[in-house]
């Protein structure tokens, strides 16, 4: 049985309301030989191997199509797309200087893409809906963690967040420290100061993401 908790968000992301959200008590991350053992498991059909080679050549197919410019539909499933940033690091400072028509690299820094969208097909989330059971884990509503945190303690929740998925937002930052926007940002320019934090930034305003040094 999937379970929930129902979360309060930090002081100063709710416009002076006490906004609350639920969020999955995740029990744990499955890899990929977990997924075939469950894949061959559900259908017998073909081996764990024959599973693995049709999802090595998606892979394959989604990195080669989808940066020629497409997104990639699969009914029953969803849809893909990539989402793009700006490296603000690699922005021309005479180029800003001068104010002058440059190239978007020297202008705004590199294009890069940030990630993969994905939007679920309608009819997934319905069966889901159906199949789903969730229940809350915990009574009451958990409040945001007090900003007692070492700095320590707050770039192992960074890192945590970059091992999870490769890279985080503010938001995501805000949610597992406690810590208000501003108060997060102030701390991530600490952690990407230092040079042994292993924590490094891109893109720039709501493009900012924060991965791996």
Known sequence: ????????????????????????????????????KHMTAHDGSFSSSAYKAVLEVFAEVMK???????SIKIDGLGIFSLSLGLDESTKS???????????????FGQVYIKGINFKPDAKLLAEMNKEANLEQSATGIQKPNKNTLSYQEKVAKANELLNEKGYFTLYDFTV??????????????????????GVATRGSHSHKVWVKA
Do not use: W
């Open 1 to 36: 049985m999937a379970k929930f908790v129902l979360q309060e968000l930090p002081k100063g992301m709710g416009n002076g309301e006490n906004l609350v959200f639920p969020k999955m008590d995740v029990y744990s991350m499955l890899d990929f030989q977990t997924v075939l």
């Open 64 to 70: 080669s199509v989808m940066c020629e410019g497409h």
């Open 93 to 107: 400072a005479e180029a800003a200087k001068e104010g002058r028509r440059k190239s978007v690299k020297k202008q």
């Open 176 to 197: 597992a420290t406690g810590l208000c926007r501003t108060a997060a940002s102030t701390e991530l320019k600490k952690i990407v100061a230092d040079t042994k934090s």
